[in-house]
């Protein structure tokens, strides 16, 4: 471990071992290293290529060109952007003939078999460089087919994003292909420039991004949504103002009704140029008549004005327009000073150059109402049939794309940030950030996270309607097409240690509902057997840990800090991890401000994180109630573990079907971190009794299965083709088991029937990874094997097992576990983590062998693997709360003995 730096250069070195110290250098190095970069928006035509639920686009040119001439070829082309160098095996399904290449070079040519099997998989590897890359695919039509399925294996993990080639279609998603031709023009030495002009080129692309005459003819609502008499609209775009201070005159026009919003209010029509915006305009039209009226046959003939006052800088226009009887045409104009305004999009939107400045959404019918501050939420989709933002292109939506850190072939990932992705390691890496803002007051850690998780769990609604639209998601791949626990466990158990749940834990001292006077809050499992309460005496209690981020409210005006609506100095608190409890306090002004004199007093001593939130517009997912983004998440992850999830047909048990791959009909000891840790927070959310004694029976069931009793340890899979475990004990794999099952402890009530099996089971493995611990701390890649490498993570999962077991009370022989532990936390500061907050030693994602070869050779160690990062935030918090409770412990054994 130490060849990874030289010891001047490690954390302990610079640092020491303070685990506060070595926590925030970590979490920041990793939040510095992974911006907030939200999905990218690009122009999307719905008559381009789709991909299938599988992932894999489909270049099925014989359905596209039915009928297209025996012989004839056809051409898909598309860019790939990669941030670094990138391994991706492409899963390739030949319809006919198929010749594959990579920026420039011939990768596939399809065999007579391949040709001749459209079931069979042919597996390229295809290894794109930093930068722009292409792939072309030449099809030719035969009776057997024509074309070919093509896209990344494993697809919903391993993106691929391909967009569209030639500067005429620049930043738009999707291929380009062409029209059958009879001969081949594309030799394979002349293969067209993906990043030049395609006017010039030998077959014609599709799909069409430009109107045809007669459709740009028509008004833009009619060439969009077709004549539709009574029925409506919306279009979106901002105004430029260029001057301080100005009164803008509007003009507007349409040959049915027009309203228009500024800034989320609505514009009064006015009949001279000096009107203003009309403060009870709520239900006025823009124009002579109402609403109603304006459904009729007759036309607006005049230009109706308006004006209003606005600052320098951008300004956010909603229009909604009705259809007329024989026309849907509409207009509307901006002018300071006689001089007129620009407009533009709204929203940056890559390959939408030619689309001009509005965006548009409809049609609906005229009951249907959009709520100018919700309306440019593109996380949302609107109205009873669904409907999303499109431009002023032939069949083009806007559609958002999850474009940052992709995975390679070896599981890892690097270039760029790792921001907004649903995966499971990441998972880990949120549940770290969260409980290490909380121990050390950083709000910024909390709040980094959070964000995190909203770009995710905002998208959920979005992501399920672009699958059903698109046939396979362009955001939250692995939430919306679960097929196996690796694709929501995780992060589902983070999203739920940040959601602000009704989190009722049976075995707390104090309910949310218990009455006016209760300490309502939520308390997480890791707190869980806490009482907020300190003593009779205590305003506030301690608050530590309990998995809360509060905001800090300076209001005069709060009578009551629960308290939304329109006088609440809280309003609607959608951020926060927390219910903010009621605090009566006499003789305190407000107690809610800080500092010394404050009846609250410093919030650090209550062990929260103070964030700052603004969120009147939020209606989110981060408000509990039916509508809750994250409650239907969790409850479709729920049902997804306990009803739909494959079982060992025999005792129940989870396994992985994965018919016809390398992993099918096994059982994984990952699988209890993937199931465990949700399920209990589940519980604590719900009260859904079930899902704690499912995750209690498969610990036990795993076991069974997975324990060597000779060793104690685990192995990390059992194949039930050979009808045995592999007996390889992979050290991550062991530490998912104890880890989880020290989540799972903290939570699992006393007079549970089980928890006296769990407690041993616990025991056990504990002893056994105790007896294999180097003697600088650290554990090996495979545990029993003295020729393996040293690894980083799988060593802060048995010393954060070990740290949590000393402080519970769950472990015999305390004194040798927080030996232990300290050694472990000492090592991996001195070996593993560098001065600068990098994490070395990680093995990256594993599949499974009997072999422990397979480990310690092909699973190489890397650095800054999300796989490593959040547990050795977690382990720093638990060894900093071990070291704490040993203090406070010895101080009370000294007073002790003093007094004797």
């Keep these: 471990m130490s060849a990874y730096f030289e010891a001047p250069d490690s954390i302990a070195y610079r640092l020491g071992t303070d685990p506060g110290d070595v926590v925030s250098t970590v979490a920041e190095r990793y939040i510095g290293a992974n911006p907030p970069i939200p999905y990218m928006l690009r122009a999307f035509s719905r008559a381009g290529i789709a991909q299938g639920e599988d992932g894999l686009y489909r270049l099925d040119f014989g359905g596209r060109f039915p009928g297209a001439a025996a012989g004839s070829y056809a051409y898909a082309f598309g860019l790939v952007w990669s941030d670094t160098e990138r391994g991706l095996d492409l899963a390739l399904h030949c319809l006919g003939p198929v010749m594959l290449f990579l920026n420039g070079r011939l990768i596939y040519r399809s065999n007579a078999v391949d040709e001749a099997r459209p079931d069979r998989k042919v597996t390229v590897e295809a290894n794109f460089v930093k930068g722009w890359n292409s792939l072309f695919v030449k099809a030719r039509r035969t009776p057997a087919g024509f074309g070919c399925l093509l896209g990344a294996e ?52 599709l799909p069409d991004m430009i109107w045809t005459e007669e459709a740009a003819a028509r008004s833009v609502c009619e060439r969009l949504f077709g004549l539709q008499p009574g029925r409506k609209a919306w279009a979106r775009s901002k105004l430029r103002v260029e001057t301080r201070g100005a009164t803008v005159a509007w003009r507007g026009r349409s040959e049915g009704s027009l309203r228009v919003w500024v800034n989320g209010r609505l514009l009064e029509a006015c009949s001279s140029a000096d009107g203003t915006f009309g403060a009870h305009s709520a239900e006025v039209a823009f124009g ?76 609906a019918d005229r009951e249907e109402e959009l709520e100018p501050d919700k309306a440019m939420d593109l996380s949302r989709v609107h109205g009873r049939s669904g409907m999303y933002w499109r431009l002023d292109l032939p069949e083009t939506w806007v559609r958002p794309y999850y474009e940052n850190a992709m995975l390679s072939n070896k599981w890892t990932t690097g270039g760029a ?73 995780s992060f589902g158990s983070a999203m739920l240690e940040a959601d602000v749940g009704r989190i009722a834990c ?108 603004a969120s009147e517009a939020s209606g989110g997912p981060w408000i509990e109630g039916e509508g809750s983004a994250v409650g239907r998440i969790a409850d479709d992850i729920a049902d997804f573990m306990l009803h739909r999830l494959e079982r060992r047909k025999e005792d ?62 685990m192995s990390h899979v059992h194949d039930f083709k050979h009808g045995q475990a592999t007996g390889v004990p992979w050290g991550r794999g062991n530490g998912w088991t104890v880890f989880s099952l020290s989540e799972l402890l903290a939570v699992a009530p006393e007079d549970h029937p089980q ?120 382990v720093g918090v638990e060894i900093r709360l071990l070291t704490e409770w040993l203090a406070s412990e010895n101080g009370v054994t000294a007073a002790s003995s003093a007094e004797k």
């Design 154 to 205: 494993e697809a919903k993990v391993r993106i691929l994003n391909v967009l569209a080639p030639f500067s005429g279609r620049s930043g738009q998603a999707g291929w380009a292909y062409s029209e059958p031709s009879e001969t081949d023009v594309y030799g394979e030495d002349a293969l067209p420039d993906g990043l030049a002009d395609e006017r010039g080129e030998p077959v014609r692309w």
């Design 288 to 363: 002579s008549r109402s609403v109603e009226d304006a459904f009729g046959a007759r036309s607006i003939e005049d230009e109706l004005e308006a004006s209003t006052a606005l600052t320098y800088g951008l300004h956010d226009v909603l229009v909604e327009i009705g259809c007329g009887q024989s026309s849907w045409e509409w207009a509307l104009t901006a002018a300071i000073e006689g001089s007129s305004c620009g407009f533009e999009l709204p929203v940056a939107v890559q390959g939408a150059q030619a689309a001009g400045s509005w965006l548009y959404l409809g049609a």
């Design 417 to 489: 940030t790792n921001y907004a992705r649903w995966d499971y390691p990441l998972g880990v890496t949120m549940y770290g950030l969260l409980r290490a803002g909380r121990a050390l007051g950083r709000e910024d850690f909390v709040a980094y996270a959070l964000e995190h998780v909203r770009a995710c769990t905002d998208y959920y609604e979005y992501a399920l309607w672009d699958r059903d639209q698109y046939g396979f998601p362009s955001v939250n791949h692995q939430l919306v097409l679960i097929r196996m626990l690796d694709n929501c466990g």
């Design 506 to 613: 049976e075995a707390s001292g104090d309910r949310q509902t218990e009455g006016e006077g209760s300490a309502a809050g939520v308390i997480t499992f890791e707190e869980s057997k806490e009482r907020w309460m300190e003593g009779e005496t205590s305003t506030v209690g301690r608050i530590a840990d309990v998995g809360c981020v509060v905001e800090r409210i300076a209001s005069e005006a709060s009578g009551d800090p629960r308290t939304g609506g329109e006088g609440s100095a809280v309003g609607r608190i959608a951020d926060v991890s927390c219910v903010v409890e009621r605090i009566a306090i006499e003789a305190s002004g407000d107690p809610w401000i800080g500092g010394e004199d404050s009846t609250v007093g410093r919030i650090a001593d209550v062990g929260c994180v103070v964030e700052r939130i």
């Design 652 to 713: 129940g048990a989870f396994f992985r079907v994965c018919g016809g791959e390398y992993a099918e009909n096994t059982l994984w000891a990952d699988d209890l971190y993937m199931s465990a840790p949700f399920l209990v927070r589940y519980y604590l959310r719900t009260g859904e009794r079930s899902a704690l004694d499912e995750a209690v029976r498969q610990f036990l069931l795993y076991r069974q299965y997975l324990f060597m009793p000779e060793s104690k340890l």
């Design 755 to 874: 928890r006296a099996q769990l407690l041993s089971f616990f025991n056990e493995l504990c002893e056994g990874y105790l007896a294999v611990q180097g003697d600088n701390g650290l554990w090996r890649q495979v545990l029993d094997q003295q020729s393996a490498y040293e690894e980083a993570s799988c060593t802060a999962m048995f010393v954060y097992a070990f740290a949590r077991g000393v402080r519970y009370g769950w472990l015999s022989d305390e004194a040798d576990y927080v030996r232990a532990a300290i050694l472990g936390w000492e090592g991996l500061t001195r070996l593993a983590i560098d001065r600068e907050g990098n994490v070395y030693g990680v093995c990256s994602g594993s599949r499974y062998s009997f072999s422990p070869d397979y480990y310690m050779h092909d699973l190489k160690p890397v650095t800054n693997d999300n796989h490593g990062i959040g547990i050795m935030l977690l």
